[in-house]
């Protein structure tokens, strides 16, 4: 393998209140950068020039200690944490590069936000010169966590504040001890407030910290994940949909309507939502060529991946949409949903009266790409309010366009369509399809309620039997009961 690089960018002099002046320069892209520190800013300067002059010359830096290879070897400046023996933070950006190729875009953010939660807290104690907790959650989350972006100069605020929490990450030994666990456990319970976090929030972001420490197991850099010793109270985590939630079909084309006044080109995304029972995500992703619709009768999708809204920053196109499979399936994997004529006619009528977007896709944002959550959550929760009365508008009920297909899927459920059935055209598990849903079937307690009420009424109690001579009575204080 070839051990030099002409790739060479010199940063700034990183200059700290109370700290020795740092030259941090990057050679062949990887990081984190190399590091000299100096007692004074002359010094730090004059090794800077000296970099800066083997870079204009075009020489040739090393990849294993930085240095341009016309140097003799110096000895090294004040040590970086060992492979053997790295700080915490270090650890979780190898993690993290480790886990970036093969993730998908919301993965990587939601990787990067828990290990920022996490770094953030495991510090040592009595660190001066700290950054604003805003600023280290920047540094982190969108910096340090995401390797695109940190092959990227950072500004002087977010260099101060990965500059600090070099110096104060612990050790990731410290992170085997319970008490340490311990913090890094309480710290993804939280919110970014101090609020208690969602039961699903934390339980992602314990995941992910489980999963860095099984990573340091795998590199022989922990004996056993420091997690399992810890006993701590999860949270129930409750995956069933508030019933709440599910509008009657009456409800929801009363909104439809009033998406019709106001964003026509909007009635068809939806009523996939609730007609079809779609994602989101996958309505996103629909293309003409996905819509098989005749003139009459029922027609069906063809669902071939979904385009989850993920930010620019963590997709490999840069674009704001991540095209990929539908959710837990394999990457060619295409999914049928019968629709309804009614879908039928909203698709035709949307097809031939408004253009694709610049991509193809059936659906499109006001300037022509994917469309936007922003714009359709907007457009429906307007909707909503008018349609609604002010009590009903006042509870949950169809509160997301999420809840659209919540709704769709309980009314085939009601309707009695078998649940393996739905749970293909959902693209659920059958398991998973009963325990989200099993609250949202209605029907079953009347009937339940009627059964009970028809046992009551037959079941008449006999009437008692006086006991003959011959069978004898029961002296006082005896029992007729077994003993």
């Given at each position: 393998?070839?051990?030099?690089?002409?790739?060479?960018?010199?940063?700034?002099?990183?200059?700290?209140?109370?700290?020795?002046?740092?030259?941090?320069?990057?050679?062949?892209?990887?990081?984190?950068?190399?590091?000299?520190?100096?007692?004074?800013?002359?010094?730090?300067?004059?090794?800077?020039?000296?970099?800066?002059?083997?870079?204009?010359?075009?020489?040739?830096?090393?990849?294993?200690?930085?240095?341009?290879?016309?140097?003799?070897?110096?000895?090294?400046?004040?040590?970086?944490?060992?492979?053997?023996?790295?700080?915490?933070?270090?650890?979780?950006?190898?993690?993290?590069?480790?886990?970036?190729?093969?993730?998908?875009?919301?993965?990587?953010?939601?990787?990067?936000?828990?290990?920022?939660?996490?770094?953030?807290?495991?510090?040592?104690?009595?660190?001066?010169?700290?950054?604003?907790?805003?600023?280290?959650?920047?540094?982190?989350?969108?910096?340090?966590?995401?390797?695109?972006?940190?092959?990227?100069?950072?500004?002087?605020?977010?260099?101060?504040?990965?500059?600090?929490?070099?110096?104060?990450?612990?050790?990731?030994?410290?992170?085997?001890?319970?008490?340490?666990?311990?913090?890094?456990?309480?710290a993804v319970a939280l919110t970014m407030e101090g609020k208690k976090a969602a039961t699903s929030t934390f339980s992602r972001k314990r995941a992910?910290?489980?999963?860095?420490?099984?990573?340091?197991?795998?590199?022989?850099?922990?004996?056993?994940?420091?997690?399992?010793?810890?006993?701590?109270?999860?949270?129930?985590?409750?995956?069933?949909?508030?019933?709440?939630?599910?509008?009657?079909?009456?409800?929801?084309?009363?909104?439809?309507?009033?998406?019709?006044?106001?964003?026509?080109?909007?009635?068809?995304?939806?009523?996939?939502?609730?007609?079809?029972?779609l994602r989101p995500a996958e309505a996103v992703r629909l293309r003409p060529e996905n819509c098989h619709l005749p003139k009459r009768g029922w027609?069906?999708?063809?669902?071939?991946?979904?385009?989850?809204?993920?930010?620019?920053?963590?997709?490999?196109?840069?674009?704001?949409?991540?095209?990929?499979?539908?959710?837990?399936?394999?990457?060619?994997?295409?999914?049928?949903?019968?629709?309804?004529?009614?879908?039928?006619?909203?698709?035709?009528?949307?097809?031939?009266?408004?253009?694709?977007?610049?991509?193809?896709?059936?659906?499109?944002?006001?300037?022509?790409?994917?469309?936007?959550?922003?714009?359709?959550?907007?457009?429906?929760?307007?909707?909503?309010?008018?349609?609604?009365?002010?009590?009903?508008?006042?509870?949950?009920?169809?509160?997301?366009?999420?809840?659209?297909?919540?709704?769709?899927?309980?009314?085939?459920?009601?309707?009695?369509?078998?649940?393996?059935?739905?749970?293909?055209?959902?693209?659920?598990?059958?398991?998973?399809?009963?325990?989200?849903?099993?609250?949202?079937?209605?029907?079953?307690?009347?009937?339940?309620?009627?059964?009970?009420?028809?046992?009551?009424?037959?079941?008449?109690?006999?009437?008692?039997?006086?006991?003959?001579?011959?069978?004898?009575?029961?002296?006082?204080?005896?029992?007729?009961?077994?003993?």
């Amino acid at each position: 393998m070839n051990d030099e690089s002409y790739d060479v960018r010199i940063w700034e002099i990183m200059k700290r209140k109370g700290r020795k002046p740092t030259v941090r320069w990057v050679v062949g892209g990887v990081l984190p950068p190399f590091r000299r520190t100096f007692s004074t800013v002359p010094l730090a300067d004059g090794f800077r020039s000296k970099l800066m002059v083997a870079t204009n010359r075009g020489e040739p830096f090393s990849l294993t200690d930085g240095l341009p290879l016309s140097w003799e070897r110096e000895a090294p400046g004040p040590p970086e944490p060992t492979p053997e023996a790295p700080t915490w933070y270090r650890h979780a950006l190898k993690y993290c590069d480790m886990k970036w190729p093969h993730a998908a875009a919301n993965s990587r953010s939601g990787i990067a936000e828990a290990l920022a939660v996490v770094t953030a807290a495991l510090i040592h104690e009595d660190q001066s010169d700290a950054p604003e907790p805003q600023t280290l959650r920047d540094a982190l989350y969108g910096w340090a966590f995401n390797p695109p972006k940190r092959a990227q100069e950072p500004t002087p605020e977010i260099a101060h504040a990965i500059d600090w929490i070099e110096d104060a990450s612990v050790s990731l030994a410290d992170v085997a001890k319970p008490a340490v666990i311990r913090q890094a456990l309480d710290a993804v319970a939280l919110t970014m407030e101090g609020k208690k976090a969602a039961t699903s929030t934390f339980s992602r972001k314990r995941a992910i910290l489980y999963n860095a420490l099984e990573y340091a197991v795998e590199l022989e850099l922990l004996d056993a994940n420091p997690v399992d010793k810890v006993k701590r109270a999860r949270p129930t985590y409750q995956e069933a949909v508030d019933r709440r939630v599910v509008a009657s079909p009456s409800q929801v084309r009363r909104i439809l309507a009033e998406v019709k006044k106001s964003r026509p080109a909007l009635v068809a995304f939806f009523g996939c939502l609730y007609f079809a029972a779609l994602r989101p995500a996958e309505a996103v992703r629909l293309r003409p060529e996905n819509c098989h619709l005749p003139k009459r009768g029922w027609g069906y999708l063809e669902l071939t991946g979904s385009s989850p809204r993920a930010g620019s920053a963590w997709t490999d196109s840069g674009n704001t949409h991540d095209d990929r499979s539908l959710k837990h399936r394999s990457e060619k994997e295409v999914r049928t949903v019968p629709i309804p004529p009614e879908l039928v006619a909203l698709l035709r009528w949307h097809l031939d009266t408004f253009e694709r977007s610049k991509d193809g896709r059936v659906f499109r944002s006001v300037r022509g790409g994917p469309l936007s959550e922003s714009l359709y959550g907007h457009v429906w929760s307007e909707a909503r309010a008018v349609a609604l009365s002010e009590a009903v508008a006042a509870t949950p009920l169809a509160e997301r366009p999420y809840d659209l297909r919540h709704g769709g899927v309980s009314l085939w459920l009601n309707a009695g369509v078998g649940a393996p059935e739905v749970a293909e055209r959902a693209g659920h598990s059958v398991n998973v399809l009963l325990r989200v849903y099993a609250k949202c079937i209605d029907g079953q307690a009347h009937v339940a309620n009627q059964r009970i009420q028809d046992a009551l009424e037959r079941m008449v109690d006999p009437e008692p039997v006086e006991p003959t001579d011959a069978e004898g009575e029961a002296e006082p204080g005896e029992s007729d009961e077994p003993g």
